[in-house]
Nanobody, 123 residues
């Protein structure tokens, strides 16, 4: 079993920053064997892959967040982060942590999901 718990969401003004955290736990989880990712889903829209980080540390980003968001992981803490800068209202969504043993893509997410954390960008 794997549990993922997100934190760090909230209300921020346009141009502001937030850092999301996802703490992974469970007997089946290992930082050396799991790929991790952040997805988001805005109201009335489809789920979108925001960023992913492989078990070797390679990263990929959606075009809409490149240069503004940074995904990272602390293997010792079994935690993955999403640093979000220069936020705009289009970033408003529920952000979900995702983990899996295989490479993660927009059409092939990992098996495990967190419950999500709301990010609202508004003045």
């Amino acid at each position: 079993q794997v549990q993922l718990v997100e934190s760090g969401g909230g209300l921020v003004q346009p141009g502001g920053s937030l850092r999301l955290s996802c703490a992974a736990s469970g007997s089946d989880f290992s930082s050396t064997t799991f790929h991790m990712a952040w997805f988001r889903q805005a109201q009335g829209k489809q789920r979108e892959l925001v960023a992913d980080i492989t078990r070797s540390g390679s990263t990929n980003y959606a075009d809409s967040v490149k240069g503004r968001f940074t995904i990272s992981r602390d293997s010792a803490k079994n935690t993955v982060y999403l640093q979000m800068n220069s936020l705009n209202p289009e970033d408003t969504a529920v952000y979900y942590c995702n983990a899996g043993r295989w490479s993660i893509s927009s059409i092939s997410p990992g098996y495990y999901w967190g419950r999500g954390t709301q990010v609202t960008v508004s003045s």
